[in-house]
């Protein structure tokens, strides 16, 4: 009922040793609390919280126009939710070496049990769109230390991302992959890969987990969990794939309205009202207050 029963503590702490046992953790994006509810009950390993998919839920293009209290606010929201792990995008970490200190609070504070902070100029763009800029050496690793240094707990994740492939190539993916581990990152995200082999050469240069992100309409092909288990990927990410679902969903509905002046024709792909109730475990308030649940499935469809 309300929450997850799983503190924020005792979730990074889960999160440190199952990265460790070096499996493939996948992890999608949520769109809201309630699909974090979803990614649960159908037993994945964690909850990704995507900057592309605040900046479009909030109808705005992901150029790093949303604020770090939106972010935290989101994260929190998600959080608090599931029992699993959240990873939570914070995009540039939302200004300088200070800034991104109170980033990293304030998104622990939200209960997230990791974070990403990437090497982009801002303002930033899509990883996977052409024309990114990012920062020099020096600025970047400046990030991840002050990053690493602000958290209080040890456990929180400090994933450092590198949008540099795209601009400079893999080799200085690599280089900068290993610099950014010497400032600190616990894990690399090693954006915009473009082959398997790729990121096969990014697991060798480094010891620490690596995050393959297989997002849809981008530069990475979308490989399947046993390839990417194979080379050794640590944690997967589908960051918009539910939201791009959902969305493909509803305008198929809209279309269907205005075509047939009815819904009745996609009623059957909707998830029903008893689905959602239980996803919203109705009947644990139902235990609380008896008032609360008096929805019988034989009243309604
Ligand atoms: C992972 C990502 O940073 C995100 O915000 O979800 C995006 C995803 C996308 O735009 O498809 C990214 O830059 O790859
Ligand atoms: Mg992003």
Redesign the pocket.
């Known amino acids: 009922m309300l929450y997850s029963q799983t503190d924020p503590a005792t979730k990074r702490a889960q999160f440190r040793e199952r990265l460790a046992s070096g499996e493939l953790l996948r992890m999608p ?1 949520a769109f809201n609390p309630l699909s974090a509810r979803l990614i649960q009950d159908k037993g994945f390993d964690g909850v ?1 919280i ?4 605040i900046s479009a839920d909030l109808g705005l293009p ?1 150029i790093g126009l949303t604020t770090l209290t939106e972010v935290a606010g989101r994260s929190q929201q998600i959080s608090r939710m599931t029992d699993l792990p959240t990873l939570v ?1 914070a995009d540039t970490g939302f200004g300088e070496p200070m800034n991104v200190a109170r980033t990293v609070q304030s998104l622990e504070d939200a209960g997230v049990s990791g974070l990403h902070i990437e090497d982009q100029v801002n303002p930033k763009r ?3 769109l052409d024309g990114k800029a990012v920062v020099d050496t020096d600025t970047a690793l400046k990030r991840i230390r002050s990053a690493a240094d602000a958290r209080r707990d040890p456990n929180l994740l400090i994933m450092a991302r590198t949008d540099i492939r795209a601009v400079d190539g893999l080799d200085a993916a690599m280089d900068r992959a290993k610099q950014l581990v010497d400032a600190g990152a616990d894990a690399i995200f090693p ?2 890969m473009r082959d398997l082999s790729e990121f096969e050469a990014m697991r060798e240069a480094v010891e620490v987990p690596i995050l393959a ?1 297989m ?2 309409f ?1 530069k990475s092909e979308l490989f399947t969990t046993t390839q990417l288990s194979n080379i050794g990927v640590n944690i997967v ?1 589908y ?2 794939t539910l939201l791009r679902s959902a969305m493909g969903a509803a305008e198929r509905t809209l279309d269907a309205i205005n075509a047939d002046g009815t819904q009745q024709s996609v009623v059957a792909e909707m998830q029903t009202r008893a689905r959602l109730y239980e996803l919203l475990d109705y009947e644990g308030y139902n235990a609380f207050d008896s008032s609360v649940f008096n929805f019988t499935l034989d009243s309604h469809h």
């Not at 995507?50 to 998919?53: E, H, L, N, P």
């Open positions: 994006g990704y995507s900057g592309a998919v992901d995008d899509c990883g996977h954006e915009a992100n997002t849809e981008g990410i960051p918009v």
